[in-house]
Structures are given as C-alpha cells and as structure tokens.
Nanobody
Framework: QVQLVESGGGLVQAGGSLRLSCAASGLTFRWYDMAWFRQAPGKEREFVVYISTSGSFTYYEDSVKGRFTVSRDNAKNTVYLQMNSLKAEDTGVYYC???????????????????WGQGTQVTVSS
C-alpha cells in the first residue's frame, strides 16, 4: 500500500521559512517523479514544483521561483520543499504527489499523478 506522508507545515510570518517533508512508503521511490501542489481555501489545487526521479531536473511554478527549493533523498524515500521568503499568498494545504516515471516528461497537472499525501497546512500571516 502506497503512502505519502507530509509534515513540516505550520504558521509563519511573512518573510519567514518552512521546510516541508514528504515520506513515501510502499513504492520503489527512485522510480517515481514527485511534485508538490497546494490548495488555498476556495481555490483549485495548483502545481508548485516538479522533481524528476534522480533530482537532476526540477521545474517551478513562476510565483515560487527563487524562493522555493525542492530536493529528494532516494535513500530515505523522502522529498523536501524548502520555502523561503514566504508570502501571504503561499497560504494553503500543501500536498506531495507521486507518479511512476514513464520517460522524460514534465507533468504539472494534478490528474497526472497517481498517489497523493493527506496534505499539510501552511499559513503565512501578513
């Protein structure tokens, strides 16, 4: 049974930092492309960042470029999201997602990912 468990969310002031983690189990982690999505109240889930199986390729949504950094540790079956210079508009529930790699293919649509975590709340106060 595949499980993705996010942690590290919380309440932070604007300009602050948080580091999210997503621990995976029940799958061969190094075979899976990973992504982070977020969902603000009353809005649709939106793409934040993608990381390839080896971590050699990443792709960020424009509003987080230069502020967020994604990484993964395949030995620990974990993907991370370092979030700096947080803004009020970064508030939302953050989800990690996994999809079996089928060749070089960037995927930014939520419907393209097979497995999801339960989410972790990030609240940025202004």
């Amino acid at each position: 049974q595949v499980q993705l468990v996010e942690s590290g969310g919380g309440l932070v002031q604007a300009g602050g930092s948080l580091r999210l983690s997503c621990a995976a189990s029940g799958l061969t982690f190094r075979w899976y492309d990973m992504a982070w999505f977020r969902q603000a109240p009353g809005k649709e889930r939106e793409f934040v960042v993608y990381i390839s199986t080896s971590g050699s390729f990443t792709y960020y949504e424009d509003s987080v470029k230069g502020r967020f950094t994604v990484s993964r540790d395949n030995a620990k079956n974990t993907v991370y999201l370092q979030m700096n210079s947080l803004k009020a508009e970064d508030t939302g529930v953050y989800y990690c997602a996994a999809d079996l790699n089928r060749g070089p293919s960037l995927r930014v649509g939520a419907e393209e990912y097979d497995y999801w975590g339960q989410g972790t709340q990030v609240t940025v106060s202004s």
